[in-house]
């Protein structure tokens, strides 16, 4: 690893009198991963050269050798020119060099009245911010693609669980939506969370701010940060924004994780409420019959990484004293994997959702199944008058009769209902029906289809908006 990198010496060398050995310059280096930072880093720079400028500390005409070499040095990035040296340890000393390199003494003032501290706090603001925006749009894609299968079966019926026991019938378009629900907090988390990204550690320098005339708001608004951070040794120290995001992620792949699982049972031939589209599933090398739901199983096993970077980031910064400390270079790792997994998870996932086939039928056979219409018997029971609890007995004792006969509830005479209540009459029928059962829960956050198609439309309204 070490050779594609010419030897050159360190920004710091001065002082030191031994070099030290490779080893320890690949433990401490950042560069093969914070190079993905590269673009903020020159963001960055760019603003704090701007206002150095502005306020007089730098002529005018380092500014603008500083503007053109940044623009060079960015153009040889994105050419894939641009040669990374592990000896110059990280992105920003390996960028500040080669700027020098192309613009001399201007480049070497690029540095003044700031520090490599509160530089990289305030690359990774910029960088999270991104990944915050792409992730946000990402998320009302996939609400999107979710809402759009929810429509295409507002009205197909099966059993919802409790206990993963048959509970009462819902329409497909409803547990849709559910997740619909859950992916539109996500959004907000990630919103909210924003808000205490988007603010500027720049001018905190080293960690007790610097002497000379800085105009830190200046630098916030180029970069369009909402605010400073008020205070310079919090600046370069915390990185709780970032725990935060990666908190946000966690909550969101647990809710990806969630519907993987569900995707998996109903994919189940046992089960066969769903196909999944052959491009997102494998088959198996033995058996030749197998298609495996291979994207949301690995989507529930990458949550798992994610949950472990945050648990990762939070320990990383448990122990440490203010300020800036050397083990906040491994928050990078943690938080680049997360924005990978999540980014492309979500793609994934907006994707695979116009690829899934709903099965009606299994779903309508499996409802019909485990009494689902119980509780429909029980609340007719308690319109006609019958107390809740006793209704609910009477109910019971319908479903053992049920079980030894081997039939469901609406399968039962008119007589043989009554024999459990005399209140039983001929209307009974319509709210043992599926139909029947799910249309009556009409009301804003029930299942009745023509309230999953106007909880369609506000989602809809907001996807728009
Ligand atoms: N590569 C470092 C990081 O990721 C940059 C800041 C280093 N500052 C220092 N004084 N060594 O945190």
Redesign the pocket.
Known sequence: MTDQFSKKAEAWSARFSEPVSDLVKRYTA?VFF?KRMAKADIQGSLAHADMLAAQGIIPAADLAAIQKGLAQVSAEIDGGQFEWQLDL??V?LNIEKRLTELVGDAGKRLHTGR???D??ATDIRLYVRSAIDDISGLLQQLRGALVDLAEKNAGVILPGFTHMQVAQPITFGHHMLAYVEMFGRDVERMQDCRKRVNRLPLGAA?LAGTTFPIDRLRVAKTLGFDDVCHNSLDAVSDRDFAIEFTAAASLLMMHVSRMSEELIIWMSPRVGFIDIADRFCTGSSIMPQKKNPDVPELARGKTGRVYGHLMGLLTLMKGQPLA?N?D??ED?EPLFDTVDTVVDTLRIFADMAGGITVKPEAMRSAALQGYATATDLADYLVKKGLPFRDAHEAVAHAVRACDDLKIDLAQMSLEQLRAFSPLVGEDVFAVLTLEGSVAARDHIGGTAPNQVRSAIARVRQQLAG
Do not use: G, L
């Open positions: 950042s914070d340890e990280d920003h520090s490599r501290n530089q990289v080293a800036y050397k906040n270079q990078k």
